[in-house]
């Protein structure tokens, strides 16, 4: 089995299935990590990826690199990209791989007995030589690394909730502590206030946006 087997093995593991997104995710943590001269996978945080979505793609990636969530070396940019930046975080040397753009037609080069799209690149994008199959771009990130991954012990608690927040990732309102949400807008609303914008917003005899009557 080669390298590439045994990672795919292991994604797959998780899945079970083995899927195109998972086999460039696994593509993209080996050739990231030749590009920034780093040993896979790891089990320090030297390593730190950035993903561009969630789903199969980041499984291939964490078991190319040992980068994960769980070890806070894993982060989702959810940008709707299978793209991925890895960090050096000791030299904060970076690099955002992608695909070519038109990998999926190059594929069947690679798969020439796959008649459908799904087979024809599950096949080429493992066989495909790095060059043709992604762009490997250095990169700056714009949050400097020591804030990105913050240091350990460090809580806050916000100054309208309470919740206590950790990692430095409070913001601050003159001198004090809010937490994300607080500060706004937050990706969540309290069900109790979803009646009460609702009703503001829309006036009940026209249904347009709220008005004086
Ligand atoms: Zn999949
Ligand atoms: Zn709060």
Redesign the pocket.
Known sequence: MTLLDNILELSSSW?K???P??VLGARMGLAGAAALGLEIPRSDKRLLAIVETD??FS?GLEAATGCSVRHRTLRVADYGKIAVTLVDVKTETAVRIAPQLDVRQKAYAYAPDEKKHYYAQLVGYQHMPDAELLTIQPVRLQTPIGQIVSRAGVRVNCAVCGEEIINEREMMWGERPLCVACAGPAYYMPEELVFVVKARKTCPDCQSASHSQ
């Open positions: 899945h299935h083995l899927c997104r998972q789903g199969c499984s």
